[in-house]
Nanobody, 116 residues
Framework: QVQLVESGGGLVPPGGSLRLSCAAT????????LGWYRQVGRTRELVAAA??????WYSEPAKGRFTISRDNAKNTVYLQMNRLRPEDTGVYYC???????????WGQGTQVTVSS
């Protein structure tokens, strides 16, 4: 079992920055990928993901603005979000699993609101 605890959401104006954190507890295999997903309707879309060996992946809207990083010693993943846009608004979930697009464990979600 993997438990994920998120923090760092909030309200920022357009162009602002936020840093999300997700601390994971559980097996190494179950946390091969740690990533951030945004709820869009009934779907959670992958925003960024990181593997244990520093491999990273970003969605097109996130490239150049967001940076994902991972501290394996703490089993924690961070998402630094810069130049935020109103369309980045949503609930962000931390996900963990062996496959990037199929997380098996989820955090509770954290609200990100970009608005003036």
């Amino acid at each position: 079992q993997v438990q994920l605890v998120e923090s760092g959401g909030g309200l920022v104006p357009p162009g602002g920055s936020l840093r999300l954190s997700c601390a994971a507890t559980g097996s190494t295999i179950a946390t091969t990928y740690l990533g951030w997903y945004r709820q869009v309707g009934r779907t959670r879309e992958l925003v960024a993901a990181a593997t244990r060996d520093t491999g990273t992946w970003y969605s097109e809207p996130a490239k150049g603005r967001f940076t994902i990083s991972r501290d394996n010693a703490k089993n924690t993943v961070y998402l630094q979000m810069n130049r935020l846009r109103p369309e980045d608004t949503g609930v962000y979930y931390c996900g963990a699993g062996q496959l990037r697009n199929q997380p098996l464990s989820w955090g509770q979600g954290t609200q990100v609101t970009v608005s003036s």
